[in-house]
């Protein structure tokens, strides 16, 4: 299957199965997060992967009675920093430096450019990057899943204050910013025949 005869087969799951996904699948899922492109390619977020059907349902009293949350096979959270560091920005040239082998002095000018831009930020600005980040790797969790097959239905409607109590995100200085459960889609989803509408090539494209 293509990637557009995928994406014409994927829709925002409204209703799952009871089936589980296989391990294989959710790691494939991870893989493509891990793998998303990011600005100067920091990944200022964490993928939290939930598979306790006590903490699904922990989450249901904050995403606004979607019952999805709770009866998909696996709750994938995204969550993003809410702060960005020095130290951040260090680790991540350290991990440059060692992926491409490269000495860290050698990577000094990009550092600097790196801190010149995201240090400057106020925190809300920052937050704010860090958040739209997580949207870019969500585009390449969607696409890897409607390719191999695999319901979806990403969420920004919830309470994120309460979903962040829910999984213990405030005490390691994250906060949600999507929340996309996956598994199988059922055969009663009154949602999944309905014709995709998205808008024309004609109102989408501009040339110039």
């Avoid at 550092?111 to 790797?137: F, G, R, V």
């Avoid at 409607?146 to 829910?166: E, H, L, Q, R, Y």
């Avoid at 910013?177 to 014709?195: E, F, Y």
Wanted: proline share 4%.
């Amino acid at each position: 299957m293509s990637v557009i005869d995928a994406l014409n087969w994927r829709y925002a799951v409204k209703k799952f199965s009871g089936n589980t996904l296989k391990k294989q699948q959710i790691n494939g899922l991870i893989e493509s997060v891990r793998l998303a492109p990011s600005a100067y390619g920091i990944q200022p977020y964490q993928l939290i992967v939930v598979s306790d059907p006590d903490v699904k349902k922990a989450c249901l009293p904050h995403s606004y009675g979607q019952d999805k949350v709770s009866n998909c096979s696996q709750l994938l959270v995204l969550a993003h920093k809410k702060h960005i560091t020095k130290d951040d920005i260090s680790s991540y040239i350290e991990s440059v430096s060692k992926e491409q082998n490269k000495p860290v002095n050698t990577l000094s000018d990009y550092q600097k450019q790196i801190e010149a831009d995201l240090l400057t930020l106020a925190p809300e600005q920052q937050s704010n990057w860090a958040q739209q980040q997580c949207y870019i790797a969500l585009g390449t969790l969607l696409t890897h899943a409607a390719v191999s097959k695999i319901d979806a239905c990403p969420m920004t409607g919830f309470d994120v204050d309460g979903i962040n109590n829910a999984l213990g995100l405030n005490d390691i200085g994250l906060s949600a910013a999507v929340l996309c459960p996956v598994g199988i889609r059922s055969k009663h989803d009154h949602a999944a025949n309905r014709p995709k509408t998205r808008l024309s090539y004609h109102d989408l494209v501009v040339s110039l």
